[in-house]
T-cell receptor, first 114, second 111 residues
Framework: AQKVTQAQTEISVVEKEDVTLDCVYE???????LFWYKQPPSGELVFLIR??????QNEISGRYSWNFQKSTSSFNFTITASQVVDSAVYFC???????????FGKGTKLSVKP | DAGVIQSPRHEVTEMGQEVTLRCKPI?????LFWYRQTMMRGLELLIY????????DSGMPEDRFSAKMPNASFSTLKIQPSEPRDSAVYFC?????????FGQGTRLTVV
């Protein structure tokens, strides 16, 4: 069965610090997709990134970067030089195939203090 | 596109009443998901549809919950009768492929 584990429930950092959010997944499928979503205090769920199981290239987008490692079943998310606006709950998610369930981890609440 | 539209945004109802939550997916998206979010259980997948057909409803908590998708542009999630433990934020999401895009959610309070 598929499963997503975000072991960090809450993280608090000071502005400009780098922070890494961990995500470990379980799946029996060889084709799957991994995602990160952001939920700011306003409550909406914002899609950030998707990675395919057959593409282990890491990705960087501005201050955000993602490290996908199939060997350890991990898909970690790093925010460089964090800002107060990064304060939110971040969810890692997994979808088996392109038609399966989309399931979420429990989320990591990130607080960035000025 | 306006994105996924959910209504109402907030609903307060008395225990025992019927509640209907509504969702308009993004045009052209083949998949529609209903999730429930609570502090205790996080984001739970309740049911999802592909081309208006329910694919997996194993997350629907009990018979009091039902979901329909009569056409590609509309879905409902109904709770009858509602109970205080149903209080949560209910999200609808639609997807053209792997990733899903979420509505603003409906905050349901059952008193």
């Amino acid at each position: 069965a598929q499963k997503v584990t975000q072991a960090q429930t809450e993280i608090s950092v000071v502005e400009k610090e780098d922070v890494t959010l961990d995500c470990v997944y379980e799946t029996r499928d060889t084709t799957y997709y991994l995602f990160w979503y952001k939920q700011p205090p306003s409550g909406e769920l914002v899609f950030l990134i998707r990675r395919n199981s057959f593409d282990e290239q890491n990705e960087i987008s501005g201050r955000y970067s993602w490290n996908f490692q199939k060997s350890t079943s991990s898909f970690n998310f790093t925010i460089t030089a964090s800002q107060v606006v990064d304060s939110a709950v971040y969810f890692c998610a997994l979808r088996e195939g392109s038609q399966g369930n989309l399931i979420f981890g429990k989320g990591t609440k990130l607080s960035v203090k000025p | 596109d306006a994105g996924v539209i959910q209504s109402p945004r907030h609903e307060v109802t008395e225990m025992g009443q019927e509640v209907t939550l509504r969702c308009k997916p993004i045009s052209g998206h083949d998949y529609l998901f209903w999730y429930r979010q609570t502090m205790m259980r996080g984001l739970e997948l309740l049911i999802y549809f592909n081309n208006n057909v329910p694919i997996d409803d194993s997350g629907m908590p009990e018979d009091r919950f039902s979901a329909k998708m009569p056409n590609a542009s509309f879905s409902t999630l109904k709770i009858q009768p509602s109970e205080p433990r149903d209080s949560a934020v209910y999200f609808c999401a639609s997807s053209p492929g792997p990733e899903a895009f979420f509505g603003q959610g409906t905050r349901l309070t059952v008193v």
